[in-house]
């Protein structure tokens, strides 16, 4: 079924002949908008204290890692097809421990006419894979998990969180 028959299910991305297109934002208002994504990276309490301590053989793991989101979510339209390029204002990526892993979570934000989810994800994302990168040869077993979006501010929809982590 193409999108000139779904109505009100109307896809976005595909156009009357069921080709995918971009989405035109032109006329959209700019607006304030904000996403926020978190992830986890759970390994051994050795490769954990190893990143905290940074001893870890390839050197500055959370560094580089950050690094690596924030350049990951610069480039977000090079990767998933559909995004629009976009000038971010922002784009943080934060750490924190837990028993077993590290969280991290990445924000990105811009004054402008579509979110920024992706950017967030992307960033999150990236951000993980160079932990693992870089720890690997501490422990090869790690698993990267619970990626997800948390948060998004701004546009039509408004303000949203995800369920269980309250307002």
Known sequence: M???TRGDDALTHIDAEGNAKMVDVGAKPATARL???SGRIRM???ALAAIKAGNAPKGDVLG???ISG????KRTAELIPMCHPLALDAVTVDFSWEADALRVTASASLTG???????AIVAATMTLVTIYDMAKALDKAMVIEDVRLV?????KSG?????GLGE
Do not use: C, D, L
């Open 2 to 4: 193409n999108s000139s």
């Open 113 to 119: 006419k579509t979110g920024v989810e992706m950017e």
């Open 64 to 66: 580089t890692a950050r």
């Open 70 to 73: 924030i350049m990951a979510a």
């Open 44 to 46: 051994s309490g050795e």
């Open 35 to 37: 996403a926020v994504a």
């Open 151 to 155: 948060e998004k501010r701004g546009g």
């Open 159 to 163: 303000h949203w969180r995800a369920p």
